[in-house]
Nanobody, 126 residues
Framework: QVQLVESGGGLVQAGGSLRLSCAAS????????MGWFRQAPGKEREFVAG????????NYADSVKGRFFISRDNAKNTVYLQMNSLTPEDTAVYYC???????????????????WGQGTQVTVSS
């Protein structure tokens, strides 16, 4: 059974940092691009960051550029999202996802991702 399990969410004050992890099990995703999405109450799920299978290419939503950094460790089958300078607008449930196509470029559309984690809540207080 393929699973993506996020961890590292929580409550943090504005200006603080959190590091999210996404551990995959059941199969390796070392050949697949990975992404982080988020969904705030009453809003659509939106792309946050993505990383190519090798880690050599990344893509970020404009709203998080320069504050969030995605990385991966293929040996551990794990993807990370370092979030700095958090604001209340970053409050959401954060999901990691795996692209269905091996060796594909990073894409920002959720429909390209076949595997999803259950999400981890990030709450930023003002």
């Amino acid at each position: 059974q393929v699973q993506l399990v996020e961890s590292g969410g929580g409550l943090v004050q504005a200006g603080g940092s959190l590091r999210l992890s996404c551990a995959a099990s059941g199969r390796t995703f070392s050949s697949n691009a990975m992404g982080w999405f988020r969904q705030a109450p009453g809003k659509e799920r939106e792309f946050v960051a993505g990383i190519s299978w090798s880690g050599g290419s990344t893509n970020y939503a404009d709203s998080v550029k320069g504050r969030f950094f995605i990385s991966r460790d293929n040996a551990k089958n794990t993807v990370y999202l370092q979030m700095n300078s958090l604001t209340p607008e970053d409050t959401a449930v954060y999901y990691c996802a795996a692209d269905r196509t091996a060796y594909a470029a990073v894409v920002t559309t959720r429909h390209a991702y076949d595997y999803w984690g259950q999400g981890t809540q990030v709450t930023v207080s003002s």
